[in-house]
């Protein structure tokens, strides 16, 4: 019998693509796996290759070898003489012939089971990689990829907070990967992507698995360094101590109030969350707060309870705005703060939307050049290596923060901590957020932070803390 099955196997098109198909991907999974031990680098589409596209060839390779010989069996039925064939194989197991092929058909099934496991494993951990999620769509995800790399949770796999642990939400992230997909294939993608993510899990269930929300950190301080657009690029300084605050016995205070687990803030927003229309509060008691904003819409809108992104918005995914590019390439010593207005000159330059980076770089490169050769023609002879390596440095910031075939621009993705970049924290801590009693939210700066100094250079308060 055993036989007759192989020769249905060998004599029908089918079964032996399927042979071919299963063989294939069998030898290239064995080989590309040993390469990827060896340490050979193969980009985000090996592992892609390796562990989920080959596997689903040799499934498909598996499945057409037992229908290609169920089909020749029927073939053989219908012809002259083959009106007693079965059409199925008929396995007498007290031939002992028989019983040996028969583990042998057992041993390889096995074998094909740890091989399409292995692969759903690794195909798994493939999908939920950062070089999968940001480099496999390479033209969609380039923005979020490149901030991702540059920010506090570069070493943070994307599924670690898009999806969580749990079977439920990584059943669904894939459901909705689906679609991605497909519009990603088809061209359906919009540009930019749009945020917030309405559908991203409740960070209580992401952020809070590594960050303790009641936690009490109380105060920070916080120095922060720009400079002057005049030209001598002066360096001023603002020295911010920021009430984190947090837990602490009983009660919260400071900025991690919002996020005491004994009472709770919801809020009605536009889809942006950029504007606040009304805000409850209710507190450890049970007492509800209705606060609201008399000129806002009464209907429409989005009820949203409270947690940390509502804040940190842009916890992994940090734009900068111009101004802070500019300051922090300075800073670095990547550009020579010797050169007269280069930061007034720098910022005018790539505060700008340019076709592609390869023409931002060169435009911005022969500005600078131009501005200093028209001038300042001594520095531009006695300091073209300092002048043709900020063109250079203030390229590579243009290129990390605005992508323009996503139509993604400086002002695209703006942060809510602080209130520098949007209104953040002005979006609920306003005038015009009050009860029907006229009590308002506050909106005392020192409530979040104290300016220990703003702007000055050298300032005092600095160097006493430097001596302590």
């Known amino acids: 019998m055993f036989k007759n099955f192989f020769a249905s196997i060998t004599h029908n098109a089918i079964s032996l693509i399927g042979t071919a198909l299963a063989l294939a991907a069998l030898v290239l999974i064995a080989s590309l796996f040993t390469m990827e031990q060896f340490g050979f680098e193969g980009g985000p589409y090996l592992g892609i290759l390796t562990y989920l ?54 041993g390889a099934t096995m074998f094909n089971i740890i091989i399409l496991a292995s692969a759903t494993y690794k195909g798994v951990e493939v999908m939920e990689s950062v070089e999968f999620c940001g480099l496999a769509c390479h ?51 919009p540009r930019p992507v749009p945020t917030p993510l309405h559908d991203l899990r409740p960070a209580r269930d992401t952020c809070e698995q590594c960050h303790w929300p009641t936690k009490h950190v109380g105060d920070k301080l916080r120095v922060i360094k720009h400079f002057e657009e005049d030209e001598a690029n002066t360096e001023l300084t603002t020295a911010l101590l920021l009430r984190v605050g947090g837990a602490s016995g009983s009660d919260s205070s400071g900025i991690h109030w919002h996020v005491d687990p004994n009472m709770a803030i919801r809020y009605r927003s536009d889809d942006t969350r950029e504007e606040i229309y009304e805000v409850e509060y ?57 050169l007269p207005f280069v930061k007034r000159e720098g910022l005018r330059i790539i505060d700008a939307q340019y076709p592609s980076h390869e023409e931002a770089r060169a435009v911005i490169s022969e500005e600078l050049q131009k501005f200093y050769a028209e001038n300042y023609p001594e520095v531009a002879a006695e300091k073209s290596d300092a002048v043709e390596a900020a063109g250079i440095a203030l390229g590579d910031a243009y290129a990390v923060n605005v992508f323009p075939g996503m139509n993604v621009w400086w002002d695209t993705y703006p942060d809510h901590i602080g209130h520098e970049q949007s209104p953040g924290c002005e979006r609920c801590h306003t005038k015009k957020m009050r009860t029907a009693d006229r009590k308002q939210i506050t909106n005392d700066c020192d409530t979040c932070h104290v300016l220990l100094a703003e702007g000055e250079e050298n300032p005092h308060i600095l160097s006493v803390l430097n001596s302590e």
Not at 79 to 89: E, I, K, N, Q, Y
Not at 169 to 182: C, I, N, P, R, Y
Request: charged fraction near 25%; include cysteine; charge should be neutral.
């Open 53 to 106: 596209i080959l596997p689903m060839i040799f499934a498909v390779g598996l499945v057409l070898i037992p229908i290609g010989a169920v089909l020749y069996r029927r073939k053989i039925r219908r012809t002259s003489g083959g009106a007693d064939t079965p059409v199925l194989p008929v396995f007498d197991l007290n031939i002992p012939k028989t019983r040996r092929w028969m583990f042998i058909f057992l």
């Open 139 to 189: 033209s969609v995800m380039e923005p979020e990829h490149t901030a991702h790399s540059r920010s506090p949770h570069s070493r943070v796999a994307c599924a670690d907070c898009h999806i969580g642990p749990g079977a439920d939400w990584f059943v669904k992230s894939k459901l909705d990967g689906a679609w991605q997909l497909v519009s990603v294939a088809l061209d359906l993608y």
């Open 282 to 338: 209710t507190n450890a008691d049970g007492e509800l707060t209705h606060y609201a904003d008399r000129k806002a819409p009464e209907e429409g809108g989005v009820w949203r309870t409270m947690d940390c992104v509502d804040c940190h918005n842009r916890p992994s995914h940090i734009y900068q705005s111009a101004a802070n590019e500019v300051d922090r390439i300075i800073n670095e010593g990547l550009v020579d703060r010797s």
